[in-house]
C-alpha cells in the first residue's frame, strides 16, 4: 500500500476520533464534568437514540459494584472504585456500560465482558500480575506505571467515595 494513503487514512481516523469526543461533550458534559469534581450527579443527557442515558445514578448498582471489588479480593477497594466510577462516569457511559468494561480496559481496542463482574476479576488478574505484593501508597503506583493520563489520581483523589470493605 502507498504510504501516503496509511498516513491519510491514519489522520482521518484521529480526526474523526476527535470530532467523536468533542460531540460526545458536547452531547453529555455533565456526567464527565461532576465524575472529575467528584460529585455524584443526578442525571445524564442522551449521548443517541441508540443508548438512553438519562436519569439518575442507580445507587444499587453502585453498591453491587463495590460489593464485587471487596469480594474479589482486589487491594486499595476504595481507589480502584474510584476508578470504576471515574472511567464510566458514575457507571452510565453507554460506550462502557454496554461492555461491562469498568475499567477501560484496552488491548487495542476496549475489551468487552460478558459480566461486569468479569471486568473485576480481570483487574484483580491485572493487579496480581503488575502490582508488587507491597505498595504503600497506591495512587504513587499507578503514576509511576503511568495508569491513565498524567493527572489521573488527582481526578481519582476529588471523587467522593470514601468507604471500605
Not at 474510584?82 to 484496552?106: K, V, Y
Request: aromatic share 16%.
Amino acid at each position: 500500500m502507498y504510504r501516503g494513503n496509511v498516513f491519510y487514512i491514519w489522520v482521518r481516523r484521529l480526526f474523526l476520533l476527535a470530532l467523536f469526543g468533542t460531540l460526545s461533550l458536547i452531547h453529555q458534559p455533565s456526567a464527565w464534568i461532576d465524575t472529575l469534581h467528584g460529585q455524584m450527579p443526578g442525571r445524564v443527557d442522551v449521548v443517541s437514540d441508540e443508548f438512553v442515558a438519562r436519569g439518575p445514578v442507580d445507587t444499587e448498582f453502585v453498591e453491587l459494584v463495590f460489593r464485587t471489588i471487596c469480594q474479589s479480593g482486589i487491594r486499595n477497594p476504595t481507589i480502584v472504585m474510584r476508578q470504576a466510577i471515574l472511567e464510566t462516569g458514575w457507571f452510565r457511559s453507554p460506550f462502557l456500560m454496554t461492555r461491562n468494561n469498568l475499567f477501560a480496559f484496552r488491548r487495542g481496542n476496549y475489551l468487552r465482558f460478558d459480566h461486569f463482574e468479569h471486568s473485576t476479576q480481570f483487574y484483580k488478574a491485572w493487579q496480581d500480575r503488575n502490582m508488587p505484593s507491597e505498595v504503600p501508597d497506591y495512587y504513587l503506583f499507578l503514576d509511576q506505571i503511568q495508569y491513565g493520563s498524567p493527572d489521573y489520581t488527582s481526578h481519582l483523589k476529588n471523587i467522593s467515595w470514601n468507604r471500605s470493605c
